[in-house]
């Protein structure tokens, strides 16, 4: 979320003055320039963040199975580390 977050906001930033003048009321038009760059600020130190605090073995192999694997656990190919 955090990254989408900053996604819309690099794609905003550039166009508000014509969404000014169009009448948009976007984020940007409404809270500011300023406003909006320390949100990106927060967005991007917290998603980067998030990447230190999620575990560290959230994507390892299920046990006997070698580190290619599908997301539902099963192991690819039949392979079985003994």
Known sequence: ?????LFIF???IPDRE???KGGEN???VRFGL???LILTVIASALACTSFLILP???YK???GCSSIHH???KCDYGIVIP
Do not use: C, H, R, W
Not at 1 to 5: N, R
């Open 1 to 5: 979320m955090l990254l989408y977050t």
């Open 10 to 12: 690099s794609v905003e």
């Open 18 to 20: 014509a969404d000014k």
């Open 26 to 28: 976007t984020f940007i």
């Open 34 to 36: 300023t406003n909006a």
């Open 56 to 58: 560290q073995d959230l």
């Open 61 to 63: 192999s299920p046990p």
């Open 71 to 73: 997301p539902t656990g």
